[in-house]
């Protein structure tokens, strides 16, 4: 079959695990904006991130 597409067994497995990692993303992504979306609450990493833009934008200011 993989002769049939022109591809190697590598070249397979190289996009399953692309693939894999790509729809985890988007997964992630995806229930984190829902939760957001339905608590309004924002998770830690946005906290963080805010935080750290605070920090750096305070610095500049200076």
Do not use: P, Q
């Amino acid at each position: 079959m993989l002769k049939d597409l022109g591809i190697s067994g590598g070249t397979l497995i190289f996009c399953l695990i692309m693939g894999y990692f790509v729809i985890k993303w988007a997964v992630k992504n995806a229930i984190i904006e829902a939760h957001y979306s339905i608590t309004g609450e924002k998770g830690e990493e946005e906290k963080e991130i805010e935080r750290m833009v605070e920090e750096s934008s305070s610095r500049f200011a200076k």
